[in-house]
């Protein structure tokens, strides 16, 4: 499958920011992690959608629902290339919404992280908050990706495309300041004090997600986690039960000044 396909299938879906990478190009241990999603993999194809501003200032119930819908619109789309690339003879497997995660080193993550892939594949760069941080919608993205069989050549140009409207580097020779400017904010605006002083973000404490897994249930949801059975047979009712959920909490997003 060339590049003009893959242009016109996110033209068609309204995505504007997406980038394939080479395996190579990933570095370790995200490198090992999609070895193990997929062991046949060459590349990987990510992309993000736009979370507009207002979004943030709904009522929580209201803004799940929004986040949602573009959360659930981008699952789709993965799905859909997927299937695109199997049928053009280049084996691919999207990257799952919700379900199935794993636990490595005591810290949830999906089975593959897509922020750090994202970053790999040049669509922003990971900030002090361990959010992927983009140059035209700054922390305000979700993201998706679909695996390829593919192989790209090692250290071979990534495609990049550009939001409508968005303003291009003056000369290659511009410099680029930084995306995370350090100022810590997204931590210190953090009600659950939910990042650590390695910088590393523990996903129970986070306002979020802590109504539904009281600390006292920590111990039996990470053992939940570390089984693949179990994940996969609730997999196909994460869904229904995310409906229900709410995000009371986006301090961390909104106190960025890139937001």
Not at 2 to 29: K, N, Q, S, W
Not at 89 to 95: E, N
Request: charged share 20%; hydrophobic share 40%.
């Amino acid at each position: 499958m060339t590049r003009p396909d893959i242009d016109a299938f996110f033209h068609r879906e309204g995505i504007e920011v997406f980038a394939e990478v080479a395996l190579a190009d990933i570095p370790a241990p995200d490198r090992d992690y999609i070895r193990e999603f997929f062991p046949g993999a060459g590349s990987v194809i990510v992309f993000a959608q736009e979370i507009p501003a207002p979004v943030y200032r709904m009522p929580p119930k209201e803004k799940t629902r929004e986040m949602l819908k573009i959360a659930e619109a981008l699952d789709r789309t993965a799905v859909s290339l997927s299937r695109l690339l199997t049928e053009a003879g280049i084996p691919a497997k999207p990257v799952p919404l919700y379900l199935p995660v794993t636990i490595t080193d005591g810290a949830v993550r999906g089975l593959i992280r897509l922020k750090q892939t994202a970053a790999a594949a040049g669509l922003g760069e990971i900030g002090k908050s361990a959010l992927l941080i983009t140059p035209h919608y700054g922390p305000r993205v979700f993201l998706s990706g679909v695996v390829t069989g593919r192989g790209i050549p090692e250290n071979g140009p990534k495609y990049c495309s550009v939001p409508a409207g968005a303003s291009e580097p003056e000369s290659p020779a511009s410099p680029v300041p930084p995306l995370c400017t350090g100022c810590g904010l997204c931590i210190k605006n953090c009600p659950g004090d939910a990042f650590g002083p390695d910088g590393r973000v523990d996903a129970f404490r986070c306002l979020t997600i802590r109504p539904w897994v009281p600390p006292v249930l920590v111990p039996v949801v990470k053992w939940l986690l570390g089984r693949p059975i179990i994940l996969r047979c609730a997999a196909p009712l994460a869904p229904c039960i995310a409906r229900f959920a709410t995000m009371p909490c986006s301090e961390c997003v909104t106190g960025c000044p890139r937001f």
